[in-house]
């Protein structure tokens, strides 16, 4: 009875670990000023953009580079958000800066089916990077919005973020090949087990 424990708690242990794995995107994949497509990481984009921020020049897009060396922006300034065609993800944070404004009030909102279940606003510059952390779990949709501010030390304008290494915890993840056989050889033993248990119960 105690390795058919140990194989159950083995193989759940497993499936939880990869259903629960965060992913950090980075954007560095992507092309430059460009549209992120629908379906990059798993996850819908709407006026989310990428930008070479290394390359572009003096500004909160280049301050605000954590890996390079993209970052990704809303574009014209405008209100953006990802989401999920189905299910829920966790949103586990990001950095952010503003491009141009510095004291540029971000506002970040977690939605599920329409309501909203967390929402804050954070203040940016220009000089770098505000690391935000957090563990908002169940929603399908964040949302981005921008306001205020005042004009920085660059060239440029607008109420413009770059955001850089994206951390998301995706709901009921599908286990990879590795977990799959992991579990399926876990419970095959499980069940040789019991069957093995049986036999000598009733010998």
């Known amino acids: 009875m105690n390795l058919l424990r140990s194989l159950l708690i083995a193989t759940s242990a497993a499936a939880i670990a990869s259903a629960a794995h965060a992913t950090v995107i980075n954007f560095d994949d992507l092309g430059n000023l460009a549209p992120i497509a ?18 572009y020049g003096a500004s ?22 990802i989401s999920v065609a189905a299910g829920t993800f966790t ?10 404004m510095n004291g ?18 954070l203040t940016l510059d220009t000089s770098g990077p505000l690391h935000f952390t957090t563990n908002w779990s169940g929603i399908d949709t964040l949302t981005f919005s921008t306001a205020g501010g005042t004009r920085g030390p660059y060239d440029g304008g ?33 069940g040789a087990t019991l069957r093995r248990r049986r036999v000598a119960l009733a010998a």
Request: negative net charge; without cysteine; charged residues 10%.
């Open 158 to 190: 607008g109420e413009h973020f770059a955001m850089d290494n994206l951390t998301i915890n995706a709901a009921g993840g599908v286990p990879e090949p590795a977990t799959w056989a992991m579990m399926i050889a876990g419970f095959g033993l499980a």
């Open 38 to 55: 629908n379906g990059y990481q798993g996850l819908n984009w709407n006026n989310i953009y990428s930008v070479d921020g290394v390359d």
């Open 91 to 100: 949103f586990n944070g990001a950095d952010f800066t503003a491009a141009w």
């Open 60 to 81: 909160g897009y280049q301050n605000g580079v954590v890996s390079p060396k993209n970052v990704a922006y809303n574009a014209y300034g405008d209100p953006g958000s």
């Open 104 to 121: 540029l009030q971000l506002t970040l909102t977690g939605l599920a089916g329409g309501s909203t279940l967390y929402s804050t606003v």
